[in-house]
């Protein structure tokens, strides 16, 4: 089946810009997650979706990040006024609930550059 | 908070030799770990996971992680390296079911001819 789509695969933008990022998950996972990949700081969580709430924001580095999600499915994560530390690859994943651990697919992400 | 510490930004390796990739974890409790992989361009991968239930745990591509208590430890093993193996792992750990993955900051490996 069809796994995490994102899009656009690869982004660049002026510093100053807005930019919107999408993910599709796979069909029926009920929780989804964005994650930030740049040098230096590695792997980093931004915002976790379970339906269309987000009990946990935590990651989000600034007021300028932004996220939401509609009809349980796709995702948008927008960053506003972007700045060159905003550049970096934006990785989703998704996965069902459970009491138990519920493996996060991951998407091919999406490449940010803030020139 | 937990977190975990990989040894070693870049391990380089040939053909046919034991790949060892170092993790450490930090908490308190039992955690979850996990290894990923990512191949240029691509997603993170699930290797394997350790969820309590076994110490040795086994996964794809042959590749096999031991959780050690004692030395608070979950290092990944695959006995011969193949060049399809040229990859970036990251070690991973998360509180409970759903909660978000903490990583560390991956290792890559190369595979020399």
């Known amino acids: 089946g069809a796994g995490v789509s994102q899009s656009p695969s690869n982004k660049v933008t002026e510093k100053g810009k807005d930019v919107e990022l999408r993910c599709d998950p796979i069909?029926?996972?009920?929780?989804l997650y964005w994650y930030r990949q740049s040098l230096g700081q590695g792997l980093e969580f931004l915002i976790y979706?379970?339906?269309?709430?987000?009990?946990?924001k935590s990651g989000l580095p600034s007021d300028r990040f932004s996220a939401e999600r509609t009809g349980g499915s796709v995702s948008t994560l927008t960053i506003q006024r972007t700045q060159q530390e905003d550049s970096a690859v934006y990785l989703c994943?998704?996965?069902?609930?459970?009491?138990?651990?519920?493996?996060?697919?991951f998407g091919p992400g999406t490449r940010l550059t803030v020139t | 908070a937990q977190s975990v510490t990989q040894l070693g930004s870049h391990v380089s390796v040939s053909e046919g030799a034991l790949v060892l990739l170092r993790c450490n974890y930090s908490?308190?409790?039992?955690?979850?770990l996990f290894w990923y992989v990512q191949y240029p361009n691509q997603g993170l991968q699930l290797l394997l996971k350790y969820t309590s239930a076994a110490t040795l745990v086994k996964g794809i591509n042959g590749f096999e992680a031991e959780f050690k208590k004692s030395e608070t430890s979950f290092h990944l093993t695959k006995p011969s390296a193949h060049m399809s193996d040229a990859a970036e792992y990251f070690c991973a750990t998360r509180n409970s079911g759903n909660t978000p993955l903490v990583f560390g900051k991956g290792t890559r490996l190369s595979v020399i001819a």
């Open positions: 908490s308190s409790v039992p955690p979850y």
């Open positions: 979706f379970q339906g269309n709430s987000a009990p946990d």
């Open positions: 069909s029926g996972h009920t929780a």
């Open positions: 994943a998704s996965s069902l609930l459970g009491p138990d651990f519920r493996e996060q697919y």
